[in-house]
């Protein structure tokens, strides 16, 4: 079921996963584990950003971020990397990929899964409106950004009471991750690659992309 149809039958929750993935780490993995156990989730596509708008541009060309992302999923059943299309000739938005997704998959609900720190930006992305109305939310904490910081950023007459652990969003749901610690950051990632120490068994960075990192020779300094 890589990349393709998700599967007959009943509705089912799909998670989607933007981000650069300048290198993808274990937080991003362990992001998606806390989602796919907070929604049920039957599927989660990680989707790696050819051109992001909102972030400096990333390190590692689109093709090796990709290689990467596919490396770390590597024999997990229900997750894939997908590129979308167009993805190398212009930048694509969260409300274009959520749009092909949902034609691929129209059955499905829809799950989009990102930090605090992103989701109080979300006003400031293309048509986002659009993009609210398309799918629920799955949100983790970021150390500046909590519930209610995502609350009080949001369009104010779409924002319903706080129902658990989340709250509606007009027809919509954000799902809050109250115990999600992001362990690895891309940024410092970076730098101890560049200093030529991706570490061991336990370090940020799966095993299989830190193989392809010290072949590529990619962020060494």
């Given at each position: 079921m890589s990349?393709?149809?998700?599967?007959?039958g009943?509705?089912?929750?799909?998670?989607i996963l933007?981000?650069?993935?300048?290198?993808?780490?274990?937080?991003?993995l362990?992001?998606?584990?806390?989602?796919?156990r907070?929604c049920?989730?039957?599927?989660?596509?990680?989707?790696?950003?050819?051109?992001?708008?909102?972030?400096?541009?990333?390190?590692a060309?689109?093709?090796?971020?990709?290689?990467?992302t596919?490396l770390?999923?590597?024999?997990?059943?229900?997750?894939?990397?997908?590129?979308?299309?167009?993805?190398?000739?212009?930048?694509?938005y969260?409300?274009?990929?959520?749009?092909?997704?949902?034609?691929?998959h129209?059955?499905?609900r829809?799950?989009f899964?990102?930090?605090?720190?992103?989701?109080?930006?979300?006003?400031?992305?293309?048509q986002?409106?659009?993009l609210?109305?398309?799918?629920?939310?799955?949100?983790a904490?970021r150390?500046?950004?909590?519930?209610?910081?995502?609350?009080?950023?949001?369009?104010?007459?779409?924002?319903?009471?706080?129902?658990g652990?989340g709250?509606?969003?007009?027809?919509?749901?954000?799902f809050?991750?109250?115990?999600?610690?992001?362990?690895?950051?891309?940024?410092?990632?970076?730098?101890?690659?560049?200093?030529?120490?991706?570490g061991?068994?336990?370090?940020?960075?799966?095993a299989?992309?830190?193989a392809y990192?010290?072949?590529?020779?990619?962020?060494?300094?």
């Amino acid at each position: 079921m890589s990349g393709g149809t998700v599967g007959a039958g009943r509705a089912r929750r799909i998670g989607i996963l933007g981000g650069t993935f300048d290198p993808i780490h274990r937080g991003h993995l362990a992001l998606a584990e806390a989602a796919e156990r907070r929604c049920r989730l039957d599927w989660i596509y990680f989707v790696p950003a050819p051109r992001p708008m909102h972030k400096t541009p990333p390190v590692a060309a689109y093709a090796d971020r990709y290689a990467m992302t596919a490396l770390a999923l590597a024999g997990r059943r229900r997750w894939s990397p997908l590129a979308v299309p167009a993805a190398a000739e212009r930048p694509t938005y969260s409300v274009e990929q959520v749009a092909w997704i949902a034609r691929r998959h129209p059955r499905a609900r829809l799950y989009f899964i990102l930090g605090a720190d992103a989701m109080v930006e979300v006003r400031t992305w293309r048509q986002y409106r659009k993009l609210l109305a398309a799918c629920d939310f799955v949100v983790a904490p970021r150390a500046e950004f909590g519930l209610e910081a995502v609350r009080a950023a949001l369009p104010r007459e779409l924002v319903g009471k706080v129902t658990g652990e989340g709250f509606r969003l007009g027809k919509r749901q954000v799902f809050w991750l109250p115990n999600f610690r992001d362990p690895a950051g891309s940024r410092q990632l970076r730098r101890r690659l560049a200093s030529g120490r991706p570490g061991g068994a336990e370090a940020p960075i799966p095993a299989p992309v830190t193989a392809y990192l010290l072949r590529s020779g990619l962020y060494r300094s």
